[in-house]
C-alpha cells in the first residue's frame, strides 16, 4: 500500500526502521478471541504465543492421539494446528493478498458475529438493512443512537443504546467544566462557562432518558471499572442533578479525577499546562464508542458478502 494513508493499514505511516509502538497483533487479539477466530485459552498475545512454540510436557501429551485413530504416519495428514486456529487456510492464500474480504472470508466473519454477539448491536447491523442505513448516514453515534430507537429494536437493545447516549451526553459536561477550569488557571478566562451553562440548563432534554438515569445500571456492566472511576461518575452525577450550582465543588471533583488517572502529568494540579492553547478545546468530547471503526468492519463485511 506504498504508506498511502487511508488503506485502513496499522501503522501504514512508519517507514523503516521506524517501529510502531503497537503491534497490530496487540489491538486486534481480543477481537479474534472473543468471536473465536482463535483460540487463546484468555491468554495475551505474547503469553499465548511463547506457551504455543514451547509447549509444555502435558500439552504435548494430551496431543497424542491414541487407538486407530492415530495419524503420525499419515503423509495425507493435515498440519498440526501449532497456533489453534479457527480459519481454514486456502491454498495459495499468500498470493494476491488484498484488504478487501471475499464472499466466503465476509461470510465467516458474518457467521462468528451472529452466533457470539446475538441480540447485540453489532449483530443487529449485520441482519436490519433499516438499522445499518440509520448506522451508515448517521455523522456520529449520539445521532444514530437517536435515530435508531424510531426502529422495532428488543427492549434490551434500546435500552442499551439509551444508556450509552445518555452516559455519553453526562461525561461531556465533565469535559467542558475540565476546559472551563483549564482557562480560568490559565488564562483567567471564562471562555467555556456559558457553554457549561447551557449544558446544564439543557441536560434533561438532551438526555433520552434523564429521569430514570442510573449509574449502577451502567456499572453493572462495566464490571472491571476502578472504584475510583465509579465514584467519581456518580458524585458528578449527584452535582449534575443539582445544577452543578457549588462551582467549587465541581472543580474540586475535576481536578481530583485528573490527578487519580493521570498522577504526575495532571494539568490542574501539577500546573502541567504547556499544551493548553486560549479559546482552544483540549481532550474528549462525546464518547464514540468506536462507532467509525464498527462501521469499517461491518462495511466491509457487507461489501464482501454482496460481491
Not at 490559565?186 to 432534554?205: K, P
Request: net charge negative.
Amino acid at each position: 500500500y506504498e504508506y498511502q494513508e487511508g488503506n485502513g493499514v496499522i501503522g501504514i505511516s512508519k517507514r523503516k526502521p521506524n517501529k510502531i509502538v503497537r503491534r497490530p497483533s496487540a489491538i486486534y487479539w481480543n477481537g479474534l478471541y472473543i468471536y473465536q477466530f482463535i483460540n487463546t485459552n484468555g491468554l495475551a498475545a505474547d503469553s499465548f504465543l511463547r506457551q504455543s512454540v514451547n509447549p509444555s510436557m502435558e500439552t504435548l501429551l494430551s496431543s497424542v492421539q491414541q487407538g486407530d485413530d492415530t495419524t503420525g504416519d499419515d503423509a495425507d495428514a493435515e498440519h498440526e494446528n501449532v497456533f489453534k486456529i479457527r480459519v481454514s487456510p486456502k491454498l495459495n492464500w499468500n498470493e494476491n493478498l488484498t484488504l478487501e474480504l471475499d464472499k466466503g472470508e465476509a461470510e465467516f466473519f458474518q457467521d462468528r458475529i451472529l452466533s457470539i454477539a446475538k441480540g447485540k448491536l453489532i449483530a443487529e447491523l449485520l441482519q436490519q438493512d433499516k438499522l445499518w442505513k440509520i448506522f451508515i448516514q448517521a455523522e456520529n453515534f449520539m445521532q444514530f443512537a437517536k435515530a435508531a430507537l424510531s426502529l422495532p429494536l428488543s427492549d434490551k437493545l434500546k435500552a442499551m443504546l439509551i444508556l450509552a447516549h445518555d452516559f455519553s451526553e453526562l461525561m461531556y459536561g465533565a469535559h467542558l467544566a475540565y476546559n472551563c477550569q483549564l482557562h480560568h488557571k490559565v488564562f483567567n478566562s471564562d471562555y467555556f462557562d456559558e457553554d457549561f451553562q447551557e449544558w446544564i440548563d439543557g441536560i434533561e432534554d438532551n438526555m433520552l432518558d434523564y429521569s430514570n438515569f442510573n449509574p449502577d445500571i451502567l456499572f453493572s456492566y462495566a464490571t472491571t471499572t476502578k472504584s475510583t472511576t465509579v465514584q467519581f461518575v456518580k458524585d458528578w452525577w449527584k452535582q449534575t442533578q443539582n445544577g452543578c450550582k457549588d462551582v467549587k465543588k465541581r472543580d474540586t471533583l475535576i481536578e481530583q479525577q485528573e490527578a487519580m488517572v493521570k498522577g504526575g502529568k495532571a494539568r490542574l494540579r501539577w500546573k502541567k499546562t504547556d499544551d493548553v492553547k486560549e479559546n482552544i478545546w483540549l481532550g474528549l468530547r462525546h464518547f464514540d464508542y468506536r462507532f467509525f471503526q464498527a462501521r469499517t468492519i461491518l462495511k466491509d463485511i457487507r461489501t464482501g458478502i454482496n460481491n
